[in-house]
């Protein structure tokens, strides 16, 4: 429809192009380009898999324990008579310390859950 006029309009030549940045510069432009970027996911990206990995890693082991665990109600003897280990304080059994270990994989898992939302990956 409209005639192109390439000719007419001469090539722009970039400032930049001949200029070498500083890494400060970059980094820079970097968080203007993309700003959901925290400061520790620009400078220590490690840090931030780590954190994702130990998060991904107590989601699996929790989901794990929870399968694994009874409920403290379970059949007709937990119906009628109660738990019989809740009437002495004596050493955890194998329910008790699961549940104790599954509480700090869950709290575990929401610190870092918490971490990584603030974080930025």
Known sequence: MFPVLAAAV??????????????????????ELNPSRSPLAINAPWLTHIFAGIFVASAIL???????Q???QEGLSGTI???MESAYRGRLGGDAQMARFTTYVAVTFIIFGTLLSLTGI
């Open 10 to 31: 001469p090539p722009v030549k970039s400032a930049t192009a001949s200029a070498t940045l500083s890494p400060q510069v970059v980094q820079q432009l970097q968080h």
């Open 62 to 68: 929790l989901i794990i324990m929870l399968a694994l």
């Open 70 to 72: 009874t409920t403290k």
């Open 81 to 83: 008579g109660g738990r």
